[in-house]
Nanobody, 125 residues
Protein backbone atom coordinates (compact mmCIF):
# COMPACT_ATOMS: atom_id res chain seq x y z
CA UNK A 1 0.00 0.00 0.00
CA UNK A 2 1.27 3.45 -0.92
CA UNK A 3 0.21 6.45 1.09
CA UNK A 4 0.90 9.86 -0.38
CA UNK A 5 1.18 13.11 1.55
CA UNK A 6 1.01 16.47 -0.18
CA UNK A 7 2.30 19.69 1.31
CA UNK A 8 3.10 23.24 0.30
CA UNK A 9 -0.32 24.68 -0.40
CA UNK A 10 -1.39 28.07 0.82
CA UNK A 11 -2.91 31.45 0.07
CA UNK A 12 -1.03 33.64 -2.38
CA UNK A 13 -1.70 36.60 -4.62
CA UNK A 14 -1.96 36.35 -8.37
CA UNK A 15 1.44 36.19 -10.00
CA UNK A 16 3.08 34.46 -7.06
CA UNK A 17 4.69 31.02 -6.96
CA UNK A 18 4.21 27.93 -4.85
CA UNK A 19 5.89 24.57 -4.77
CA UNK A 20 3.89 21.53 -3.78
CA UNK A 21 5.53 18.34 -2.59
CA UNK A 22 4.29 14.77 -2.62
CA UNK A 23 5.95 12.19 -0.44
CA UNK A 24 4.98 8.57 -0.04
CA UNK A 25 5.08 6.43 3.01
CA UNK A 26 5.82 2.79 2.68
CA UNK A 27 7.29 2.55 -0.78
CA UNK A 28 9.80 4.12 -3.11
CA UNK A 29 8.28 6.07 -5.97
CA UNK A 30 11.02 5.61 -8.54
CA UNK A 31 9.04 3.11 -10.66
CA UNK A 32 5.74 4.94 -10.46
CA UNK A 33 4.05 7.39 -12.79
CA UNK A 34 3.29 10.39 -10.60
CA UNK A 35 0.64 12.93 -11.47
CA UNK A 36 -1.05 15.98 -10.09
CA UNK A 37 -4.74 16.65 -10.32
CA UNK A 38 -6.82 19.49 -8.96
CA UNK A 39 -10.41 20.05 -8.04
CA UNK A 40 -12.03 23.45 -7.69
CA UNK A 41 -15.25 23.89 -5.69
CA UNK A 42 -18.24 22.62 -7.63
CA UNK A 43 -16.09 21.30 -10.46
CA UNK A 44 -14.76 17.96 -11.55
CA UNK A 45 -11.24 16.82 -10.81
CA UNK A 46 -8.88 17.90 -13.59
CA UNK A 47 -5.54 16.60 -14.75
CA UNK A 48 -2.67 19.03 -14.15
CA UNK A 49 0.47 17.18 -15.13
CA UNK A 50 2.41 13.96 -14.96
CA UNK A 51 5.96 12.65 -14.73
CA UNK A 52 7.04 9.16 -15.67
CA UNK A 53 9.69 7.05 -13.99
CA UNK A 54 12.04 8.29 -16.72
CA UNK A 55 11.13 11.90 -15.92
CA UNK A 56 9.15 12.51 -19.10
CA UNK A 57 6.52 15.13 -18.36
CA UNK A 58 3.20 16.21 -19.79
CA UNK A 59 0.89 19.03 -18.78
CA UNK A 60 -2.62 20.29 -19.20
CA UNK A 61 -2.83 23.18 -21.64
CA UNK A 62 -4.10 25.46 -18.87
CA UNK A 63 -0.83 25.18 -16.93
CA UNK A 64 1.70 24.58 -19.67
CA UNK A 65 4.58 27.03 -19.42
CA UNK A 66 3.69 27.97 -15.83
CA UNK A 67 3.83 24.66 -13.93
CA UNK A 68 6.71 22.21 -13.77
CA UNK A 69 6.72 18.71 -12.34
CA UNK A 70 9.96 17.16 -11.16
CA UNK A 71 11.00 14.20 -9.09
CA UNK A 72 13.90 13.56 -6.77
CA UNK A 73 14.19 9.81 -6.42
CA UNK A 74 16.92 10.17 -3.80
CA UNK A 75 14.47 12.08 -1.61
CA UNK A 76 11.54 9.99 -2.83
CA UNK A 77 9.62 13.17 -3.51
CA UNK A 78 7.72 14.64 -6.44
CA UNK A 79 7.28 18.37 -6.82
CA UNK A 80 4.86 20.66 -8.58
CA UNK A 81 6.40 24.09 -9.11
CA UNK A 82 3.66 26.59 -9.86
CA UNK A 83 4.64 30.00 -11.21
CA UNK A 84 2.58 32.98 -12.25
CA UNK A 85 -0.43 31.67 -10.37
CA UNK A 86 -3.86 32.86 -11.40
CA UNK A 87 -7.14 32.96 -9.46
CA UNK A 88 -8.43 30.16 -11.68
CA UNK A 89 -5.69 27.92 -10.29
CA UNK A 90 -7.49 27.93 -6.95
CA UNK A 91 -8.28 24.31 -6.08
CA UNK A 92 -7.38 21.39 -3.91
CA UNK A 93 -4.35 19.76 -5.47
CA UNK A 94 -3.92 16.01 -5.29
CA UNK A 95 -0.94 13.80 -5.93
CA UNK A 96 -1.59 10.40 -7.51
CA UNK A 97 0.63 7.39 -8.20
CA UNK A 98 0.47 4.30 -10.31
CA UNK A 99 2.70 1.76 -11.91
CA UNK A 100 1.99 1.78 -15.65
CA UNK A 101 -0.19 -1.02 -17.02
CA UNK A 102 -1.85 -1.92 -20.27
CA UNK A 103 -4.53 0.66 -20.97
CA UNK A 104 -3.15 3.10 -18.43
CA UNK A 105 -4.29 6.64 -19.17
CA UNK A 106 -2.18 9.15 -17.27
CA UNK A 107 -4.79 11.89 -17.73
CA UNK A 108 -7.60 9.82 -16.24
CA UNK A 109 -7.78 9.94 -12.47
CA UNK A 110 -9.52 6.58 -12.33
CA UNK A 111 -6.29 5.02 -13.60
CA UNK A 112 -4.53 5.74 -10.32
CA UNK A 113 -4.89 3.50 -7.26
CA UNK A 114 -3.01 5.75 -4.86
CA UNK A 115 -3.94 9.28 -3.85
CA UNK A 116 -2.95 11.85 -1.31
CA UNK A 117 -5.35 13.76 0.89
CA UNK A 118 -4.93 16.99 -1.06
CA UNK A 119 -3.55 20.42 -0.29
CA UNK A 120 -5.44 23.66 -0.76
CA UNK A 121 -4.10 26.32 -3.09
CA UNK A 122 -5.90 29.65 -3.06
CA UNK A 123 -4.91 32.46 -5.39
CA UNK A 124 -6.37 35.89 -4.74
CA UNK A 125 -6.72 38.54 -7.41
Amino acid sequence: QVQLVESGGGLVQAGASLRLSCEPSGRALSNYVMSWFRQAPGKERDFVGTITSGSTTAYADSVKGRFTISRDNAKNTVYLQMNNLKPEDTAVYYCAASTPYRGFDYMDGSSYPYWGQGTQVTVSS
